[in-house]
């Protein structure tokens, strides 16, 4: 639990430094040229989410270098942010761009990887560890400006980075046969055998794959052009970052419990009326949109128990969708009477992928053994 814990707080700090680089450095150098910010913005995600796979799929052949994925990730982010903060000029902030989008594939994918290897078969902890950052990104977004926005965003990404120094050290003194047996760190460095996901069901392996991958693509692009009609100001801008936070961590608990395919089915079923029906109502759309993002470890999961030896693909895969999702709305406008329609379409369609490629777990073997 300390381990996933550090990850968690990382992925919040990580996540809000970079999008910190994106407003209150890129955006505010740019100012008004929308069309410069927005190749800008691409980049980043271009960058963040784009090399995910291949650096899961290096990962993967090589896990002792994918265990410093996640602190060099942060170190890059934090140099990032110094960049920013130090306000060196246009030039400076394109390159503290760079270099946070470099620090976040990094880090996502050291630390998804390292999440799944520990996780027990269960996906309660993949959730948990996505979730927060939405928060991160949410927060970042409004730090604009302002020095001790800066001075806290640092202090953030600077703790995040001893907390995984500590850890990587604790390794290393593992490695020599040595144990600090009166350490809270040493809870993180316990060796656990890894086991398999049994999320997705049998099938065609790259049926599996592309349904699982659809999946992801629509919750990104539906999760883009999603309606919502209600006055979204001052700290009310966070929160449906908080909900989709909180349907993230929810959605694994919940499938551990009940299963994978019965909860992904079910919660994206209930979340079309409360976000087509209801997005003039705040509550209703937050409810909407935890219920939308249960799925997100579910999917995870699933491409995760397809490839139990390459987990780090199985997670840039994830991102790679996502990329997809969100980088279509650079191109194509969504005129906004057809964005309720087309995301419940989308959501249906979502729904039909997880009822083909999850299955429920053991409720699914008592039911074939009888």
């Not at 410093?68 to 170190?75: E, P, R, V």
């Not at 799944?116 to 927060?132: A, C, H, I, P």
């Not at 790259?206 to 919750?219: N, P």
Request: aromatic share 10%.
């Amino acid at each position: 639990m300390g381990r996933l814990l550090i990850w968690t707080y990382s992925h919040f700090a990580v996540d809000f430094g970079c999008f910190y680089i994106l407003f209150a450095g890129l955006k505010v150098y740019v100012g008004n040229d929308l069309e410069t910010l927005g190749a800008g913005f691409l980049a980043y995600n271009v960058i963040a989410f784009g090399l995910q796979s291949v650096l899961g799929a290096i990962g993967d052949e090589r896990p002792q270098l994918a265990r410093g994925y996640g602190f060099a990730g942060t170190c890059l982010v934090l140099f990032g942010v110094l960049l920013v903060s130090g306000g060196q000029g246009t030039e400076w902030v394109w390159a503290a761009m760079v270099i946070a989008a470099l620090g976040n594939a990094f880090f996502h994918v050291g630390g998804g990887m390292d999440v799944l290897r520990r996780s027990g078969g269960k996906m309660s902890g993949s959730g948990v560890f996505v979730s927060s950052g939405a928060m991160g990104v949410a927060l970042g977004t409004l730090c604009r400006s302002g020095e001790t926005a800066s001075w806290l965003i640092f202090a953030a990404v600077l703790l995040t980075g001893l907390l995984q120094s500590l850890d990587t050290r604790d390794l290393k003194l593992k490695q020599y046969g040595l144990e600090i047996k009166t350490s809270w760190l040493s809870a993180l460095s316990r060796t656990h055998e890894y086991v398999p996901f049994e999320t997705a069901r049998s099938g065609s392996f790259t049926v599996l794959v592309s349904l699982l991958m659809a999946a992801v693509f629509v919750r990104s692009y539906a999760g883009s052009i999603m309606p919502l009609e209600w006055e979204r100001t001052g700290w009310l801008v966070i929160m449906p970052a908080a909900a989709s936070c909180l349907g993230k961590a929810l959605g694994g608990a919940v499938a551990d419990r009940f299963g994978g395919r019965r909860t992904g089915i079910v919660s994206l079923l209930i979340s079309i009326p409360l976000i087509c029906l209801g997005a003039e109502s705040m509550w209703l759309s937050l409810a909407g949109i935890l219920l939308f993002n249960m799925t997100m470890p579910i999917t995870l999961c699933g491409l995760a128990s397809l490839m139990p030896r390459n987990l780090g693909f199985a997670f840039g895969l994830t991102t790679l969708a996502l990329l997809i999702g969100v980088g279509i709305t650079y191109f194509v406008a969504m005129p906004p009477g057809l964005a309720k329609p087309v995301v419940a379409v989308l959501t249906v369609c979502a729904v039909v992928c997880i009822g083909l490629t999850v299955n429920d777990g053991k409720e699914d073997e008592k039911y074939e053994e009888t």
